[in-house]
């Protein structure tokens, strides 16, 4: 496979020396997203997410499945992130590379771990019968902070997705199809996102919001924080390169909440915009059967 | 549900070529790099490697993905100037992004039958992105799906089937063809004889190769009374290249 092509000496200076200027290459304010683009498709737990000319696509989806022995009482809940030969010819098929490990652990840290998706939820016969929830990530182009994107992705994606309503009648598991019941959403218990600083100059005196590429690629040290819009850190993984400051690092969580919060009304929106769509007879409360919590 | 097929072309800033494809339910998104350096295993001292790889929407790609890459690839193979490019790879990624969905029936994430109704829309994405990377070939090709479904003791014939028409279908047959009208690719699946085959082959030949009415004129009257025989592929292909290329060259 072709290595990726590294910019010359005389790019990366040029980005670096514009930083030092307090200007990004194509215009933005250091604390500034790329305009941020969010679709979903026919199917339920389809998220479409665009990042400037980053673009990720997560699909959910469900089965039913046996759990875990160790865990009777938890369904299954996985994240799969491979980056393909489309992202770039750099990618192999069947062979992660270190962006890759790094992104899946990432995500399975943001959303899993955090405890976002309730996962007893998904039990439907204690240690024999339980949802099997998977997200697939695929990136379809990558151009920086593939990170942000991806997790935004898959929280929109796992929002969005509706599963197949089931009963349980004397020991009768019964798994209704779309065209019987209506299916029905996960249940959600909170919203992390995932916000990445780029350290830029010797001691990292510059921070980034939403690194593109090229200057991903010139950055001397990165710094995911993943938090819901309640401020709840969830983790904060800082992987190596130049040390930071903590005051710093405290000035940059700071500002990541004030971006969860901005990713958490635009989903909401989005949302709220999607389901009026689909509800278009105002048939949806009748044939919902979800209980009100 | 698109009935009639949609295409954007250059969707990916970073590949070579890619194309974005829509049609009966199914969406696909094709990227084409090369050629590019192969791999050591890879290289052929005489011809460029064709690479197709088909990733599925949801779970990991298993032996159904690799049948229908071995499907795609022979064929490409055939329609890419392969000669051109000797110790060179042509790498196509073909990313499925949504199947349409049956109602009636919960599906299963990893299934081991076959997906004849998804390989028109792979084709025809893979031609389209190969085009926009401008890749070499000696001609493009449309494909289409057509299902022989007996309802009540006669048969009829589906173009572009619904996942409940394939529930009732004996037979699916896939077939393309080359824009010289060429067969380029038969795949059947199911119960038919040989009469059944060439209505089912006579069905494809008028979507595939419908004479392209450059000008006003007998073919465009043709078109109007042959509307549900399908859509006209060859018309499709042709028209959204020409968009785009009338884009591209529109400046100021």
Same mark, same amino acid.
Not at chain 1, 28 to 38: I, N, T, V
Not at chain 1, 131 to 147: E, F, K, P, Q, T
Not at chain 1, 201 to 213: I, R
């Given at each position: 496979?072709?290595?990726?092509?590294? !910019?010359?000496?005389?790019?990366?200076?040029?980005?670096?020396?514009?930083?030092?200027?307090?200007?990004?290459?194509?215009?933005?304010?250091?604390?500034?997203?790329? !305009?941020?683009?969010? *679709?979903?498709?026919?199917?339920?737990?389809?998220?479409?997410?665009?990042?400037?000319?980053?673009?990720?696509?997560?699909?959910?989806?469900?089965?039913?499945?046996?759990?875990?022995?160790?865990?009777?009482?938890?369904?299954?809940?996985?994240?799969?992130?491979?980056?393909? !030969?489309?992202? &770039?010819?750099?990618?192999?098929?069947?062979?992660?590379?270190?962006?890759?490990?790094?992104?899946?652990?990432?995500?399975?840290?943001? =959303?899993?771990?955090?405890?976002?998706?309730?996962?007893?939820?998904?039990?439907?016969?204690?240690?024999?019968?339980?949802?099997? =929830?998977?997200?697939?990530?695929?990136?379809?182009?990558?151009?920086?902070?593939?990170?942000?994107?991806?997790?935004?992705?898959?929280?929109?994606?796992?929002?969005?997705?509706?599963?197949?309503?089931? &009963?349980?009648?004397?020991?009768?598991?019964?798994?209704? *199809?779309?065209?019987?019941?209506?299916?029905? !959403?996960? &249940?959600?218990?909170?919203?992390?996102?995932?916000?990445?600083?780029?350290?830029?100059?010797?001691?990292?005196?510059?921070?980034?919001?939403? #690194?593109?590429?090229?200057?991903?690629?010139?950055?001397?040290?990165?710094?995911?924080?993943?938090?819901?819009?309640?401020?709840?850190?969830?983790?904060?993984?800082?992987?190596?390169?130049?040390?930071?400051?903590?005051?710093?690092?405290?000035?940059?969580?700071?500002?990541?909440?004030?971006?969860?919060?901005?990713?958490?009304?635009?989903?909401?929106?989005?949302? #709220?915009?999607?389901?009026?769509?689909?509800?278009?007879?105002?048939?949806?409360?009748?044939?919902?059967?979800?209980?009100?919590? | 549900?698109?009935?009639?097929?949609?295409?954007?072309?250059?969707?990916? +800033?970073?590949?070579?070529?890619?194309? $974005?494809?829509?049609?009966?339910?199914?969406?696909?998104?094709?990227?084409?790099?090369?050629?590019?350096?192969?791999?050591?295993?890879?290289?052929?001292?005489?011809?460029?490697?064709?690479?197709?790889?088909? $990733?599925?929407?949801?779970?990991?790609?298993?032996?159904?993905?690799?049948?229908?890459?071995?499907?795609?690839?022979?064929?490409?193979?055939?329609?890419?100037?392969?000669?051109?490019?000797?110790?060179?790879?042509?790498?196509?990624?073909?990313?499925?992004?949504?199947?349409?969905?049956?109602?009636?029936?919960?599906?299963?994430?990893?299934? /081991?039958?076959?997906?004849?109704?998804?390989?028109?829309?792979? %084709?025809?994405?893979?031609?389209?992105? %190969?085009?926009? /990377?401008?890749? +070499?070939?000696?001609?493009? @090709?449309?494909?289409?799906?057509?299902?022989?479904?007996?309802?009540?003791?006669?048969?009829?014939?589906?173009?572009?089937?619904? +996942? $409940?028409?394939?529930?009732?279908?004996?037979?699916?047959?896939?077939? @393309?063809?080359?824009?010289?009208?060429?067969?380029?690719?038969?795949?059947?699946?199911?119960?038919?004889?040989?009469?059944?085959?060439?209505?089912?082959?006579?069905?494809?030949?008028?979507?595939?190769?419908? +004479?392209?009415?450059?000008?006003?004129?007998?073919?465009?009257?043709?078109?109007?009374?042959?509307?549900?025989?399908?859509?006209?592929?060859?018309?499709?292909?042709?028209?959204?290249?020409?968009?785009?290329?009338?884009?591209?060259?529109?400046?100021?």
């Amino acid at each position: 496979m072709p290595r990726e092509a590294e !910019p010359s000496l005389n790019e990366k200076q040029f980005i670096v020396q514009a930083l030092g200027e307090k200007l990004r290459l194509d215009g933005r304010e250091f604390d500034q997203y790329r !305009p941020l683009e969010l *679709t979903f498709g026919d199917q339920y737990g389809v998220a479409n997410v665009t990042l400037g000319k980053t673009r990720v696509l997560a699909k959910v989806s469900a089965e039913v499945t046996v759990p875990y022995v160790d865990r009777p009482l938890d369904g299954v809940f996985t994240i799969a992130t491979e980056l393909g !030969p489309m992202a &770039s010819p750099a990618f192999e098929v069947g062979r992660p590379t270190e962006t890759e490990v790094l992104l899946a652990r990432l995500l399975e840290k943001t =959303v899993r771990r955090s405890g976002a998706l309730d996962t007893e939820s998904l039990c439907l016969v204690a240690g024999q019968k339980c949802w099997s =929830v998977r997200v697939d990530v695929h990136v379809l182009a990558h151009d920086g902070n593939l990170i942000d994107a991806s997790c935004f992705a898959v929280v929109a994606a796992l929002r969005h997705f509706r599963k197949p309503d089931t &009963s349980i009648a004397s020991g009768q598991l019964t798994v209704y *199809t779309p065209a019987e019941r209506e299916p029905v !959403p996960l &249940s959600w218990l909170h919203s992390p996102f995932c916000v990445t600083w780029s350290f830029f100059g010797d001691d990292g005196e510059t921070a980034l919001l939403d #690194a593109t590429w090229a200057e991903e690629q010139v950055r001397v040290s990165s710094c995911t924080v993943s938090l819901n819009r309640h401020g709840e850190i969830c983790q904060i993984a800082k992987l190596g390169g130049v040390p930071v400051e903590a005051v710093a690092l405290l000035q940059c969580t700071a500002v990541a909440l004030t971006k969860a919060k901005e990713f958490s009304t635009f989903l909401d929106g989005k949302l #709220a915009e999607d389901a009026k769509r689909r509800n278009k007879g105002g048939f949806m409360a009748e044939l919902s059967s979800e209980n009100d919590r | 549900m698109t009935v009639i097929p949609e295409a954007t072309l250059s969707v990916l +800033p970073r590949a070579d070529g890619s194309a $974005r494809y829509a049609h009966a339910g199914y969406t696909v998104t094709a990227s084409v790099n090369g050629p590019i350096e192969a791999q050591r295993r890879d290289e052929h001292a005489f011809e460029a490697h064709v690479d197709v790889v088909v $990733r599925p929407a949801a779970g990991t790609g298993g032996t159904r993905e690799r049948h229908l890459e071995s499907i795609i690839e022979s064929s490409l193979t055939q329609l890419i100037l392969v000669k051109n490019f000797p110790r060179q790879l042509i790498q196509i990624v073909l990313q499925i992004e949504t199947t349409p969905d049956n109602d009636y029936v919960n599906t299963k994430l990893v299934q /081991a039958s076959l997906n004849f109704p998804i390989v028109p829309s792979l %084709l025809q994405a893979a031609v389209l992105a %190969l085009i926009s /990377a401008a890749v +070499p070939m000696r001609a493009t @090709a449309t494909a289409s799906v057509v299902a022989v479904v007996s309802q009540e003791g006669t048969k009829r014939l589906v173009v572009d089937p619904s +996942p $409940r028409d394939l529930e009732q279908a004996q037979s699916v047959h896939v077939l @393309a063809f080359t824009s010289h009208d060429e067969l380029l690719l038969a795949e059947s699946e199911g119960d038919f004889t040989v009469k059944e085959w060439d209505g089912v082959y006579e069905a494809a030949l008028k979507i595939c190769c419908r +004479p392209t009415s450059t000008k006003a004129g007998i073919d465009v009257m043709l078109d109007d009374s042959e509307d549900a025989a399908g859509s006209d592929m060859r018309q499709f292909l042709r028209s959204t290249v020409e968009a785009k290329v009338a884009a591209d060259l529109y400046w100021k």
